[in-house]
């Protein structure tokens, strides 16, 4: 008997996002973003004038998947162009493994000598609620959810609290599916076919534009090219190509739960120039980024 299709627990999400990483440019992406666009953002973050025998500092939010790298290079590049300024960075990341991950990256990274950090494992949601219940709105120069609102409950409510969150002249950054990616006519066809995931899962940049656009914020859209080395998927038998096929559907061991109809029907979608283009003789899907940044 065929065991019924189900959806990623947490932990099998990790594994199954570790082969996307090995096997994408998405971190090159990210690294293609800061070097072209984030000093000229971060630049214009407000810069808080220090009291008599203090130092001047800037408050950062870290919402988001497991990115503490990409992280840590934000970090480096507001140090880079506020230099001698102090950063208190919070991290907001419910994943027990995310959170000791990046603190062991933290360990590894002595010229971070002028930043705190504070994690706190929690959702979005719990961090906002307990925000509210103890009544402490902190205010932030710099707020990033990388890559997270898919796992979001609530999008708009979730955006318009980190945006109240902001200080006078702070950035707010969403990174978000484009689009032009692959991602959004799989989801558009194929969405129904796949197990129930969180509400927020299948969103693009358009959505998320359009929350921007009712709130009446302003705010730019820097569109990055990103590509993702599938062809394994196409092996039949192969252990990555199978992870793959996991986290391309958010389910748990794809090929060998789905129907037969419904695995050829997606690998011929995979393969369409709206998905997909060959390079080599490899099959390159399109995971292009949109990179949003919201003013305060």
């Known amino acids: ?26 971190h090159q992406c990210m690294d293609e973003f800061n070097k072209e ?12 004038v220090p009291l ?19 992280d840590l290079k934000m970090i480096r590049i507001l140090q ?13 990341e419910p994943n027990p493994q ?16 002028n930043v705190s ?40 409510n979730t955006i318009k609290f980190f945006h109240s969150c902001l200080d006078h002249h702070g950035k707010l950054l969403i990174i978000i599916l484009s689009d032009s990616s692959g991602w959004a006519s799989l989801w558009k066809k194929y969405r129904d ?14 959505g998320i534009t359009d929350v921007l656009q009712r709130l009446g914020v302003e705010h730019r859209v820097y569109e990055f090219p990103s590509g993702w080395d599938i062809t394994e998927c196409f092996i039949e038998g192969d252990a990555v ?27 011929e979608a995979l393969c369409q120039p709206e998905c997909s283009s060959t390079r080599d003789g490899r099959v390159v899907f399109s995971n292009n980024l949109s990179m949003i940044v919201v003013d305060s």
């Open 1 to 26: 008997m065929i065991p019924s299709m189900r959806s990623l627990t947490a932990e099998e999400y990790v594994e199954a996002f570790k082969s996307f990483l090995d096997h994408s440019t998405e």
């Open 37 to 48: 666009q984030m000093p000229n953002i971060v630049a214009g973050v407000s810069q808080v």
């Open 52 to 70: 008599p025998g203090h130092k001047a500092e800037h408050a950062s939010l870290l919402l988001g998947d497991f990115l503490a790298g990409v």
């Open 80 to 92: 880079a162009v506020h230099p001698g300024v102090f950063i208190d960075n919070e991290i907001v």
């Open 98 to 113: 995310h959170v000791a991950a990046y603190k062991e990256l933290v360990n590894q990274a002595p010229d971070l000598q």
């Open 117 to 156: 950090f504070i994690w706190h494992q929690l959702t979005s949601l719990e961090y906002e609620q307990q925000v509210k219940e103890k009544g402490t709105h902190k205010k932030f120069d710099f707020i990033h959810m990388i890559q997270m609102l898919y796992r979001v409950e609530d999008i708009p």
């Open 193 to 206: 076919c796949l197990p129930a995931t969180d509400s927020g899962h299948y969103i693009t940049s358009s």
């Open 241 to 267: 190509g199978g992870r793959m096929m996991d986290f391309l559907t958010g389910t748990k061991n794809f090929l060998g739960t789905a129907p037969p109809a419904l695995r050829r029907r997606l690998r």
